[in-house]
């Protein structure tokens, strides 16, 4: 769990981290170098899930890579899709991390919603449905590795 107090909007209990795939992790069905590394390092802390429609038929290598199952998602809908998962989680709990219109439901209703900028694109639903943007992956997980930096960001 990770927790932090920020001004202005109080105490935050982070026990899950809900991620998107393909744009977000990965380009192309393939996985970004270091985020495997970046992703173990916050499995003490927090639980890991991922969401994905498949696009490239390629998730069954990532899942092996990060030694996890992701969900799939039926096609259509999907943005409502990856909302209801983090609402079951619990969506206090979450911070949520995408860059696809079909991200921005979970990027809303989570307790934090990290909208990363992506050589696929950034949707503007997204970004508009975000807490906060950062320019990549890399980013996004080193600021939930260092929640301080969360504090300084987002304190009202």
Same mark, same amino acid.
């Given at each position: 769990? #990770? &927790?932090?107090?920020?001004? *202005?909007?109080? !105490?935050?209990?982070? &026990?899950?981290?809900?991620?998107?795939?393909?744009?977000?992790?990965?380009?192309?069905?393939?996985?970004?170098?270091?985020?495997?590394?970046?992703? $173990?390092?916050? @499995?003490?802390?927090?639980?890991?899930? !991922?969401? $994905?429609?498949?696009?490239? *038929?390629? /998730? &069954?290598? #990532?899942?092996?890579?990060?030694?996890?199952?992701?969900? @799939?998602?039926?096609?259509?809908?999907?943005? /409502?899709?990856? =909302?209801?998962?983090? %609402?079951?989680?619990?969506?206090?709990?979450?911070?949520?991390?995408?860059?696809? =219109?079909?991200?921005? *439901?979970?990027?809303?209703?989570?307790?934090?919603?990290?909208?990363? !900028?992506?050589? &696929? *694109?950034?949707?503007?639903? =997204?970004?508009?449905? =975000?807490?906060?943007?950062?320019?990549?992956?890399? $980013?996004?997980?080193?600021? #939930?590795?260092?929640?301080?930096?969360?504090?300084? $960001?987002? %304190?009202?």
């Amino acid at each position: 769990m #990770i &927790e932090l107090s920020i001004p *202005g909007q109080g !105490l935050i209990e982070l &026990e899950h981290l809900v991620c998107d795939v393909n744009g977000t992790l990965a380009l192309d069905g393939q996985l970004l170098d270091r985020v495997a590394r970046a992703l $173990t390092d916050l @499995r003490d802390r927090l639980q890991l899930h !991922l969401l $994905t429609a498949d696009t490239h *038929g390629r /998730q &069954e290598l #990532i899942d092996r890579q990060l030694n996890v199952k992701a969900v @799939r998602l039926q096609m259509g809908e999907e943005s /409502q899709q990856k =909302a209801d998962y983090v %609402r079951r989680l619990g969506a206090e709990r979450v911070v949520a991390i995408g860059q696809g =219109a079909n991200d921005a *439901g979970m990027l809303e209703c989570s307790r934090l919603g990290i909208c990363v !900028l992506s050589n &696929e *694109g950034t949707a503007i639903q =997204a970004l508009l449905a =975000a807490d906060l943007v950062v320019p990549n992956i890399y $980013t996004a997980l080193e600021i #939930i590795e260092n929640p301080l930096r969360l504090v300084a $960001t987002l %304190r009202k």
